[in-house]
């Protein structure tokens, strides 16, 4: 990811589904005015999701998703459609394509959508006949006519996806239910070792630039300057934010007249559902050391010394519960297996990864009749301070 450009998790994810050969990728490069997307009269063209980021008129930063059509066949189509349904959890709104009138998988496919509640533009690609008022009686929605290959119709198109967006789409904040414009506000972010060299990491950098948004006086230091940092201040901070992991150490030097939250639990509302994970916390209190633990981490990367959950979750969990427990991690999409094994499970922040996925991680696991929290979550919980945070 560049420093330059937003971070994939802040874009709207807009998926594509359709037959093979309904022109799904020739559309993304129609939207794009671009040939990003290879295309071709060979069924199966698209084989792996395509996540491709760009800057649209008038959606503005969004990621448009490229899936292999979901009537593909034989043991790697299979394998394909698998691979297109797994898109679902991240999309936040779809365009189905439809461009050949039997109609059935594009119904039933659309049910799909409208089951996980992601918002739908029916597209009718004209490839030969115009099949739009077909599509309207069978599907019960007034279609988009595009051609795709011409690059015509693309405009309504993205009219009518923003059409759908809910409101609060994009103005939702980190800190805006917190702060006022003029407040000072003090930010404690060690940097150690599992701190990337020569930057900050992407919670910070958000927290600092929706505070500067809201035109709040933002002041960043480590703890060994905490008191320092507080010294040079005229009056206690409206809020004290700090990496979870050092919460307790920041907790007694807070002041009492001011807020006191961490960066995790500014995350865990701004991307998934924080009461969620507040009563997934709870499950910690249940556990017994003959129980499975689920570590879910939403993307791969290299695990770290002190990898907060590999080395550093773990350990405070069998300190509590016992050495005997039992933790798993899984990475990306390896998630869905057994969740009914596990007495809890504990995401990841998900920084690199939308709301329209940490919400839907959230629903598989209350499917399953599991907790779940979060990383941030668990650390204070486990910590003994996540009474003290406030929301
Ligand atoms: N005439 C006409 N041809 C089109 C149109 N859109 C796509 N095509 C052609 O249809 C073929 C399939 O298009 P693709 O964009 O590769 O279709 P796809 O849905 O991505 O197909 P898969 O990746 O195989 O699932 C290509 O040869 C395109 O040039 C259109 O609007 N009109
Ligand atoms: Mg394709």
């Not at 496919?109 to 309207?136: C, F, H, M, Y």
């Not at 920041?250 to 009461?275: C, H, M, N, W």
């Not at 981490?297 to 990898?307: A, I, L, V």
Request: proline content about 5%; charged content about 25%.
């Amino acid at each position: 990811m560049s420093l330059q450009n937003t971070p994939r998790g802040e874009r709207l994810h807009i998926a594509v589904y359709g037959k093979r050969n309904s022109g799904k990728s020739t559309l993304i490069n129609a939207i794009t005015g671009q040939e990003i997307a290879i295309t071709s009269p060979v069924a199966g063209t698209t084989a792996d999701p395509v996540y491709q980021a760009m800057e649209v008129h008038p959606i503005g930063p969004c990621v448009f998703i490229d899936t292999a059509g979901f009537d593909d066949e034989g043991d790697l189509g299979k394998l394909r459609v698998a691979k297109t349904v797994e898109t679902l959890s991240r999309a936040d709104v779809a365009i189905l394509v439809c461009a050949e009138d039997d109609l059935t998988q594009e119904s039933a496919w659309l049910e799909t959508l409208r089951a996980r509640k992601i918002p739908t533009v029916v597209a009718v690609n004209q490839k030969g006949e115009d099949l739009s008022a077909k599509v309207e009686q069978e599907l019960k929605l007034k279609p988009v006519v595009v051609n795709a290959k011409e690059r015509i119709g693309t405009d309504e198109l993205l009219r009518a996806i923003c059409a759908l967006l809910p409101e609060e789409f994009g103005a939702m904040s980190l800190t805006a239910h917190l702060v006022e414009k003029n407040d000072v506000v003090l930010l404690v972010m060690p940097q150690d070792k599992g701190a990337p060299k020569g930057r900050l990491i992407l919670p910070q950098v958000q927290t600092i630039r929706d505070l500067l948004d809201h035109f709040c006086i933002t002041v960043c230091t480590t703890l060994e300057t905490l008191p320092q940092a507080l010294g040079a201040l005229k009056h206690p901070p409206k809020a004290v934010i700090c990496d979870s992991q050092v919460f307790p150490e920041v907790e007694r030097q807070t002041p009492k007249e001011s807020i006191l939250t961490s960066f995790s639990v500014l995350f865990a509302r701004y991307k998934g559902d924080l009461s969620a994970f507040r009563r997934g916390a709870d499950a910690i209190d249940r556990l017994k050391e003959s129980d499975r633990v689920l570590i879910a981490e939403s993307c791969t990367h290299k695990s770290q010394e002190e990898d907060i959950g590999r080395v550093k979750i773990p350990r405070l969990l069998r300190k509590k519960v016992g050495e005997g427990l039992t933790v798993d991690v899984v990475s990306g999409a390896d998630f869905k297996k057994n969740l009914t094994d596990y007495a809890l499970i504990i995401h990841c922040g998900g920084c690199m990864v939308n709301r329209a996925f940490v919400l839907s991680r959230i629903r598989e696991a209350e499917a399953a009749g599991v907790p779940i929290t979060n990383y941030g979550i668990a650390i204070a919980k486990l910590t003994g301070i996540l009474d003290k945070i406030q929301d």
